[in-house]
């Protein structure tokens, strides 16, 4: 009897939630059915290995009737010091590993050689399917059929099924921001602020946000005075230009306007200005730069303090210089001011002195800012509260509207995260909880800070995925820089904005059949009512709940 040797090359579908360890014994889930709506993105996977002891080089070839809208990446494996809050609820187990590894999240361009495969580990592509922009996929099945070639010669094949139902997401109503930080890309690029260089890297930026869900951004008309060390300063990025003589002020905003209609030319059409008083106490004034008898001057920063008269004047003089030009500019009214970022209750008096100097001359603008002590909003110092994801119950209950939410990578015990410790149900099950509230808002602090903490000085991202044991892997930033200034997405990028495109199929169906039971569809499937502790921890919810508004979607249009 012939025995017949078994192939070296195994190969599977699997869906975008399996985060596929490099030497797991599997894949995952063999996956070989999805579904989408026409105009909204869609993701799987295909997990490859070569089980002879030797390395290959594999290039995928891609055969479908859609082969236009469809995008394959190399998942690369990114390392994983820092898992999560040191101080975590030992409790809390839904995490991939809890001990230091190499975790696929990076998403780079394949390049003509292909995927380099190691003996015995599994490797992985990133397929996208999305239609060009300014147009839908037609309603239908679509085979999509992906050979591996060594050498010119198919090693492997993989079969996946993709039916496109005849409906559309509605528009993103959810307002989402997550800071961009402009002097990690003079950092990383070693390039001059607001140089054309500078310029070309932070369009490429804002392009990428737009195109993750970001429809909001920090605007630095003075450089953020966020996780910065006391008596430290970060580059300037400041985009209003100041000019003081004597006790007067001149102020240009040519760079704010510049600012302003690139991001507006993404989509990007709310912005927040940079906070005007120190982080965690609004302690002390924010870094701004000045030309003083033809020289630039720092005139403002850690060494002011919130009561500073020299301060409350330059306020006076500029603030109202500025609402008139984003007024004129006609962004007036799409345009949030923060005081201070995450204060608490022992920063109250500093809080409430930088408000009363700031409130005058901001009539008509909302103030923003993320706090988590309900008692801090009831003081009525803040128009909009941004509560972490553990006070988001609370400030719910106590029918706070609008309900603005963060998430951070720390205190989240049991809560969705998006670290890349955590699976990426948990990243992405946040869709329904975003739904479940009726959020209206969502922020996170780092779109690409690639820096440690209190920014004493930058890290290669690639090597440090924790900001240099900062925060928890992955927290830090959604994008890595790429090469050629394009950011690179990841992993936690895009579940996210899997969930954000969740949100908006549940919102679709509402308009079809009401809030309750879109909510009551929801608690049923899971057993329980969905809230920010109780929710599914598995991929196979999530894949089906989809699955079923796809149909039911599909259903009305017929």
């Known amino acids: 009897m012939k025995i017949r040797k078994p192939h070296p090359y195994e190969a599977l579908c699997v869906s975008s939630l399996e985060k596929v360890m490099p030497a797991s014994g599997r894949a995952g889930y063999r996956f070989e059915k999805g579904s989408m709506l026409k105009n909204e993105r869609y993701h799987f996977q295909?997990?490859?290995?070569?089980?002879?002891?030797?390395?290959?080089?594999?290039?995928?070839?891609?055969?479908?009737?859609?082969?236009?809208?469809?995008?394959?990446?190399?998942?690369?494996?990114?390392?994983?010091?820092?898992?999560?809050?040191?101080?975590?609820?030992p409790g809390d187990t839904n995490f991939i590993s809890q001990i230091p590894t190499l975790i696929p999240d990076c998403l780079e361009p394949l390049g003509p050689f292909g995927l380099s495969l190691v003996p015995h580990q599994w490797r992985c592509i990133w397929v996208t399917v999305e239609a060009p922009q300014g147009r839908d996929l037609s309603a239908g099945v679509y085979p999509i059929d992906i050979a591996f070639e060594d050498g010119g010669e198919v090693v492997a094949k993989v079969h996946f099924e993709l039916t496109v139902y005849d409906a559309s997401l509605e528009k993103q109503e959810l307002v989402y921001t997550t800071w961009v930080?402009?002097?990690?890309?003079?950092?990383?690029?070693?390039?001059?602020?607001?140089?054309?260089?500078?310029?070309?890297?932070?369009e490429k930026t804002?392009?990428?946000?737009?195109?993750s869900g970001v429809n909001m951004v920090l605007t630095p008309c003075f450089t953020p005075p966020l996780d910065t060390g006391v008596n430290w300063e970060r580059k300037t990025t400041q985009l209003v230009d100041v000019v003081k003589e004597?006790?007067?002020?001149?102020?240009?905003?040519?760079?704010?306007?510049?600012?302003i209609r690139l991001c507006e030319g993404y989509g990007i059409t709310r912005f927040e200005i940079a906070h005007l008083f120190t982080q965690w106490g609004a302690a002390a004034t924010p870094k701004i730069m000045a030309m003083v008898e033809g020289k630039e001057e720092r005139i403002f920063g850690w060494d002011v303090p919130v009561d500073s008269p020299a301060y409350a004047a330059f306020l006076q003089a500029y603030l109202p210089c500025l609402t008139a030009f984003l007024v004129e500019l006609g962004v007036g009214d799409r345009c949030y001011f923060h005081i201070s970022d995450e204060p608490s209750e022992k920063h109250l008096v500093n809080y409430r002195k930088a408000s009363e100097v700031l409130r005058p001359l901001?009539?008509?603008?909302?103030?923003?800012?993320?706090?988590?002590?309900?008692?801090?909003y009831e003081t009525g110092l803040v128009d909009l509260p941004v509560c972490g994801a553990n006070a988001l119950e609370e400030f719910a209950e106590k029918n706070v509207s609008p309900l603005w939410t963060y998430y951070c990578g720390f205190g989240q015990d049991y809560l969705t995260m998006r670290s890349l410790s955590t699976p990426s149900a948990r990243n992405r099950i946040y869709?329904?909880?975003?739904?479940?509230?009726?959020?209206?808002?969502?922020?996170?602090?780092?779109?690409?800070?690639?820096?440690?903490?209190?920014?004493?000085?930058?890290?290669?991202?690639?090597?440090?995925?924790?900001?240099?044991?900062?925060?928890?892997?992955?927290?830090?930033?959604?994008?890595?820089?790429?090469?050629?200034?394009?950011?690179?997405?990841s992993i936690h990028n895009e579940v996210f904005y899997d969930a954000l495109q969740d949100l908006r199929a549940l919102k679709t169906l509402e308009k079809h059949i009401g809030r309750e039971k879109?909510?009551?569809?929801?608690?049923?499937?899971?057993?329980?009512?969905?809230?920010?502790?109780?929710?599914?921890?598995?991929?196979?919810?999530?894949?089906?709940?989809?699955?079923t508004i796809n149909k039911m979607l599909g259903g009305f249009a017929k």
């Open 46 to 89: 295909v997990a490859v290995k070569v089980t002879m002891d030797d390395k290959a080089m594999v290039v995928p070839k891609l055969s479908s009737p859609i082969a236009d809208c469809i995008r394959i990446l190399r998942v690369d494996l990114n390392p994983m010091e820092m898992l999560h809050e040191p101080c975590c609820d």
């Open 181 to 202: 930080h402009l002097d990690s890309l003079i950092n990383y690029y070693r390039v001059e602020a607001f140089s054309e260089e500078h310029w070309d890297l932070i």
């Open 206 to 211: 804002m392009r990428c946000a737009a195109r």
């Open 246 to 259: 004597g006790n007067s002020y001149r102020f240009s905003f040519e760079k704010l306007e510049r600012f």
């Open 362 to 376: 901001l009539k008509g603008f909302p103030i923003m800012d993320a706090l988590s002590h309900y008692e801090l």
């Open 431 to 489: 869709g329904y909880q975003l739904y479940r509230y009726n959020v209206q808002g969502f922020l996170h602090w780092g779109f690409n800070y690639y820096s440690t903490r209190f920014s004493l000085y930058p890290v290669d991202p690639f090597r440090f995925t924790d900001g240099s044991g900062f925060c928890c892997s992955g927290d830090c930033f959604m994008v890595y820089p790429g090469e050629d200034g394009n950011p690179l997405t």
């Open 518 to 547: 879109v909510l009551k569809m929801i608690d049923d499937s899971i057993g329980v009512p969905l809230t920010m502790y109780e929710y599914p921890k598995d991929d196979q919810w999530l894949l089906t709940m989809r699955e």
